[in-house]
């Protein structure tokens, strides 16, 4: 095999190829890192990425690349695990323009389609026909069509439908050597390629003893498919081989039926070797998919999501869920039949039946998430890929577990199994000890000896994944030389020049080449965030991305915020993992080494500090704090942009304007003025298409007490049993001197419900757009002050309420990683509720059963959870509070788009837009008149406003309308008498 050629002049290659190619070439330094690793554990920079629009542009990159001896790689999702996805010369992202579903032929139960095709968008198309592509990864909601053909990908059903081979009819594909041919199958089929039929015909012994022993031998190349006895396809052959052989055009798949009235069967055992033992049984009853759980995943889950996440499990320190269906003929009740005597032979008396349904489905998705929940030990340590996918026969699993796990006991090495049961295939990420140069060595020596005892047991050192960079070199221990040097035979007939994707299968890499992790430096502390949860670390918190792109993914359906932006433009730079990626590279040094540098700047300029990522990325990766701690990196001792003066600092501003009233009225008056308000907006950094804020012209603090409310004595204790309990308001200070109407609302609800309403004198900002801006000098000033005026309620047990979820979400979570030496800020963290959770919580915190919400009943509400709302506290007590008042509720998932300052500065107009008719905009339209717009987040509120003319309301204010009387609009607040009330009412 010829040896990898360095890339060609940098400025040759991407001239040449801005010449040749319609589509996007980029070899920035932003987009070199974001394209620098997949979901492995590898860091390989390319010299230019390349998101071809068409096949003309392919087929003209590839020519580019063949002429200057560029190594090629093809990428779709970016999700492969080891390595299959990286290289140092061109990248072609097919993901980007090529996702297109060609032909959907239902009667045929074929599609075709391009290789940037999205797992989840073909089930899209095919669902309504009532069929389906048999494979699914966990990663089918971003993972394409094109990846799962390089890598052979598999899922939970293969069970019942195969790998992606044996779905695929055709390929359209083009070689190393650039000869474009359909693969197919059938007498004829090996002529594409010249030699390739007397290579079999020279190698039929080898090929029928050495290949294709069980499903998931998807390891080297899967030859066995041009037997004669097999067909001789060639399409099924090119499947799996990750890119090395051909680079794929477009694909002809089967689909298959979806199964009717779907049953899981969930089965505990002792442990998983246990349960392993229990498949063979088990696969004699058909099922669709038989899936391992371990049962400390479950309980990261719990961790991570709350217990309400998972369903009731039967007993057990494993689980295997097994799914049945409906065959030909049968029923619902047949279903059931069946999967009760499937249970019957399961070994274990720890059984439940779901049904489809809400259960099944979340027992499914903790499955899915898996690999991102897996990127943490239970102890909270990196656990990392590698040795994720090896597969052994079926009947051999649990033997070859007990072994593994003695092999890990062994080795002090820790991970969570789960994976394919019914395959034999076991994921498992491992907390190798990569973080450091030293820990390289004792890597390498578990994963040799890894790979020695799958091959003991007739195993695949890949089960699904590929062997990429991380296990071809391993190869050499589970086959013999033959089979190797035929592989190398097979490599040298497709890709003579060893172009396509060098390094990987034939001639490997060392598997201990190119690590990301190790080459990271440390990042010292720089007095912001602690980050305490890695270890104070900023560059162990940018590496909890593993990469697993669940970012990428539409996750509205299930609930989920993330990643607003990358849903507006498609673009990586705009994902979280994009961004995430050009942080790696920032700690490692080397391509990208200024913290404000453009590189870093651009990759973090659309980010709208949602922190949804903080919650729906199965490895908490939040990328709200890092660009926080980046900007307070950057500017530090440094001139700021014009935003952070004005925005950023806007408590401030808001502050002084309500001061004195009669200056609020005056500004209220001049900036209603369209063309000064421009001029304003443009002077400060702001989009002039937005319209400026109004000013508080008497501040809620001031109306509170005013009207005879609580003030602060020197020391509060709570109230006896005989009196109101007492409970703080804390007006942040959008709602004091910006938007008082949801604060003067929350207090009329508290003492509705039996509570004597604290209002603190004097003001109490969390510094919530200081730290968006980065500004954390100023947000740690503000937070020591607020932790004066509320820190001593929360000691003495006495309730804090948030008006607005933003500041609310600070006070439960940056807060105390911005102060973690001050102990009063763990205190008030624990002490500070959303209005919802105090209404909901059972006494004596909450109400007790004497407090009732008010009748919603006939009420239509579209409500917009604000980010931070959704991704620290959780938006269920308001659900659950809702549906108790009888309120018919359509809860919208993901961002509004206006997140704070993001959406009002300069350059981000349009993207704020795009993901406002994500969810937010559709929603207003299809609304009725009398539907009332439901939004805690001041932004939230502004935003409809701004872009539909609708007024949003609290939910305070929605508690204590005139239930009579539904409106789009704000509604006035009851006027209901409560006794125990001793402060005012709005």
Not at 178 to 195: E, I, Y
Not at 275 to 293: F, K, N, Q, T, Y
Not at 488 to 499: M, R, S, W, Y
Not at 884 to 896: D, E, H, I, N, P
């Amino acid at each position: 095999m010829k040896p990898v050629r360095a890339p060609g002049r940098g400025d040759d290659l991407v001239a040449a190829l801005r010449e040749a190619v319609d589509g996007d070439v980029d070899d920035s330094e932003r987009r070199r890192a974001e394209y620098s690793t997949d979901a492995s554990n590898y860091r390989v920079p390319p010299r230019v990425v390349v998101a071809p629009r068409d096949n003309d542009d392919v087929l003209a990159a590839l020519d580019v690349a063949r002429r200057l001896g560029v190594p090629v790689t093809a990428r779709g999702a970016g999700t492969s695990v080891a390595g299959n996805a990286v290289g140092t010369g061109m990248v072609l992202d097919f993901s980007r323009y090529m996702n297109r579903i060609v032909a959907l032929e239902p009667d045929a139960r074929v599609a075709v389609v391009q290789p940037g095709v999205v797992m989840s968008s073909l089930q899209a198309a095919a669902a309504p026909h009532g069929l389906r592509f048999g494979p699914d990864p966990s990663t089918q909601s971003r993972a394409t069509l094109g990846g799962m053909i390089g890598n052979n990908a598999c899922g939970p059903h293969a069970v019942a439908y195969g790998r992606t081979a044996d779905n695929v009819v055709s390929l359209d594909v083009v070689d190393g050597a650039g000869r474009r041919f359909d693969a197919g199958a059938g007498v004829g089929a090996l002529d594409a390629v010249t030699g390739l039929d007397a290579l079999v015909r020279a190698n039929l012994a080898t090929i029928r003893t050495e290949l294709g022993r069980f499903g998931r031998q998807v390891s080297g190349y899967s030859l066995e498919h041009l037997l004669p006895e097999n067909g001789r396809d060639l399409a099924k052959m090119l499947v799996g081989t990750e890119g090395t052989l051909v680079t794929v055009l477009q694909a002809t798949v089967n689909l298959v039926p979806v199964p009717a009235a779907p049953v899981v069967v969930a089965l505990g055992y002792p442990d998983m070797p246990t349960a392993a033992d229990a498949v063979p049984a088990l696969l004699a009853h058909r099922p669709l998919a038989i899936e391992g759980m371990d049962a400390r995943l479950v309980e990261v889950v719990r961790r991570h999501r709350g217990a309400g996440a998972v369903p009731q499990l039967p007993a057990g320190g494993g689980w295997l869920l097994v799914e049945v269906g409906a065959e030909a003929g049968e029923g619902v009740d047949d279903v059931l039949t069946r999967a009760y005597a499937l249970a019957a032979d399961a070994g274990t008396d720890a059984v439940r039946v779901v049904p489809a349904g809400a259960e099944a489905t979340a027992l499914w998705r903790i499955r899915a998430d898996g690999a991102g929940l897996g990127g943490r030990t239970p102890s909270g340590a990196p656990a990392w890929p590698g040795w994720e996918d090896a597969a052994v026969p079926p009947d051999r699993l649990g033997d070859y577990l007990r072994d593994f796990t003695a092999l890990m006991a062994d080795r002090g090495v820790d991970g969570l199994l789960y994976g394919h049961f019914g395959d034999g295939c076991v994921h498992v990420r491992l907390d190798l000890p990569l973080e450091t140069p030293a820990g390289v060595g004792p890597s390498r020596a578990f994963l040799e000896a890894s790979a020695d005892l799958v091959a003991s047991y007739g195993g695949s050192l890949s089960g699904e994944h590929g062997d990429g960079r991380a296990r071809s070199e391993l190869l050499t221990r589970m086959y013999a030389p033959e089979v190797i040097s035929l592989f190398g035979q097979v490599k040298a007939l497709f890709d003579p020049e060893n172009t396509l994707n060098p390094g990987v299968v034939v001639d490997p890499r060392p598997l201990d080449a190119d690590l990301r992790r190790p080459a990271a430096r440390p990042t010292s502390s720089r007095h912001g965030f602690a980050f305490a949860e890695d270890g104070g670390d900023f560059t162990t918190a940018v590496h909890r991305c593993t990469g697993v792109g669940k970012c990428r993914a539409d996750n509205s359906g299930a609930g989920g915020f993330m990643c607003p932006s990358y849903q507006a433009t498609r673009d990586e730079k705009d994902v979280t993992r994009g961004r995430a990626r050009v942080l790696q590279e920032l700690t490692n040094g080397s391509l990208v080494t200024d913290w404000g540098s453009p590189a870093v700047l651009e990759s973090l300029d659309l980010c709208l500090s949602c922190k949804a990522c903080a919650t729906d990325c199965p490895t908490g990766t939040d990328m709200a704090r890092y660009k926080s701690e980046v900007l307070h990196r950057a500017y530090a001792g440094r001139l700021r942009p014009r935003n952070h003066y004005v925005l950023g600092q806007l408590p401030r501003w808001s502050s002084l304007v309500t001061k004195i009233p009669t200056l609020a009225r005056l500004a209220n008056r001049v900036l209603r003025i369209r063309p000064i308000a421009r001029a304003v907006l443009a002077a400060g950094g702001m989009d002039p298409r937005r319209q400026m804020v109004s000013f508080a012209e008497e501040r809620f603090s001031a109306w509170f007490r005013k009207r005879g409310g609580t003030t602060v004595p020197e020391s509060v204790r709570p109230a006896s049993s005989s009196r109101p309990r007492p409970v703080v308001l804390w007006a942040d200070t959008f709602s004091d001197t910006m938007d008082p109407t949801a604060a003067r609302a929350t207090a009329a609800v508290l003492q509705e419900a039996g509570y004597t309403v604290i209002v603190p004198e004097g003001s109490a900002c969390c510094g919530l757009t200081w730290i968006s801006t980065g500004q954390l000098d100023g947000a740690k000033k503000r937070l020591t002050h607020l932790l004066s005026v509320l820190a001593p309620y929360a000691t003495d047990g006495i309730p804090v309420v948030g008006v607005e979820p933003s500041c609310t979400a600070v006070l439960r979570a940056d807060m105390v990683d911005l102060l973690p030496d001050d102990p009063r800020a763990s205190t008030l963290a624990a002490g500070t509720y959303t209005l919802a959770e105090l209404l909901t919580a059972p006494a004596p915190l909450g109400p007790g059963p004497g407090w009732t919400p008010p009748s919603l009943a006939g009420v239509d509400v579209v409500a917009q959870p604000h980010c931070h709302h959704h991704s620290v506290m959780g938006w269920e007590a308001d659900a659950g509070l809702l549906a108790r008042a009888g309120a018919s509720v359509t809860r919208l998932a993901g961002c509004c788009g206006l997140a704070g300052n993001f959406g009002m500065e300069a350059g981000h107009y349009d993207t704020s837009v795009a993901v406002a008719e994500n969810a937010l905009l559709p929603a207003l339209r299809d609304g009725g008149p009398d539907t009332v717009y439901l939004a805690d987040g001041f932004s939230c509120r502004t935003q409809a406003e701004h872009l539909a003319g609708r007024r949003g309301v609290h939910l305070a204010e929605l508690l204590t309308r005139d239930n009579d009387a539904p409106t789009a609009g704000r509604p006035e607040p009851r006027s209901s008498q409560s006794s125990a009330a001793t402060a005012p009412r709005p």
